[in-house]
Every structure is written in structure tokens, then in C-alpha cells.
């Protein structure tokens, strides 16, 4: 049964387009965020997530975010700041009717406005979403 639970939580990050030895780095982390979400990245890139003071060059950030957590726009631009050119933010968002729940529309707004572009939505845990932007493919030809 131990198994199956590992295969489960490595596919939560398999999901995420998280592969062995990337560098990742998670934002808004609070008492509420998936530990199995957690530990799934952290055993398929073989190491510790990176906090908001890493500033190595990241191939993806994990931003939990929630409805009162501030400006959405303040947040991701602080996430690209050391985000690779063919990186990925997450933001992981607490799915409708759970505490904290924000409006798609909400963070649909706020991409654009950071010079990013949405590009799926699924579902990464029990009360959790995920929504991928990426950098625009015009912006990175500018770069």
C-alpha cells in the first residue's frame, strides 16, 4: 500500500511538469498547504524546496495563494523575478468553498498585468488547484 501512495504523490508532481534535480521554489507557505503536495516535489527533485529568500535561477515556483494573502500581481512579479526563461509558476489556490477560495477570474485578471500567460488548470490535492502560467511566447523572443 506504501507503494501506491508514493506513486500517487509522484505523479501529483510528474502533474506539475516536475522532474528529478530541478530547482524549485515555494512561496506562501502557511499551516494550510498540501504536505503531501510538498513532499511528492521535494522526493522527485531529490531535494528541499527553496524559500522566498533563494536566489538561484528556479525552473518552477509553487505560490499558495489565497483570497487574503495581498496584490496577486505584487506576488507573481515578486515569483519571476528569479524565474528561468522556460519556467513555471504555480499558483496553488484553495478549490471553491474552501477557506481562502479565490475567483479564477481574480488571478485571470492579474497575469496579463504581470507580463505572464495562463496556460491550464488542475487539480493538484484535496482542497487545492493549480493554475500554470508561463512567460508569453512573444515575451521570450524579446529576451
Known amino acids: 500500500m506504501v507503494a501506491a501512495e508514493d506513486a500517487g504523490r509522484i505523479g501529483v508532481a510528474e502533474k506539475l511538469g516536475i522532474e528529478p534535480g530541478m530547482v524549485v521554489q515555494e512561496l506562501g507557505w502557511d499551516e494550510d498547504v498540501d504536505d503531501n503536495l510538498r513532499a511528492a516535489v521535494e522526493e522527485q527533485i531529490g531535494g528541499d524546496l ?10 518552477v515556483v509553487l505560490l499558495w495563494w489565497r483570497e487574503d494573502d495581498g496584490d496577486l500581481v505584487d506576488a507573481l512579479l515578486e515569483a519571476t523575478g528569479v524565474l528561468a526563461e522556460d519556467g513555471v509558476i504555480w499558483v496553488l489556490t484553495p478549490k471553491t468553498g474552501r477557506p481562502g477560495h479565490v475567483e479564477p477570474a481574480d488571478v485571470a485578471e492579474a497575469v496579463p498585468t504581470a507580463g505572464l500567460s495562463q496556460t491550464s488548470n488542475i ?14 511566447k512573444s515575451a521570450k523572443a524579446k529576451r
Open 50 to 59: 527553496l524559500d522566498e529568500e533563494a536566489d538561484e535561477t528556479v525552473s
Open 123 to 136: 487539480s493538484v490535492a484535496e482542497d487545492w488547484a493549480g493554475i500554470r502560467l508561463v512567460w508569453p
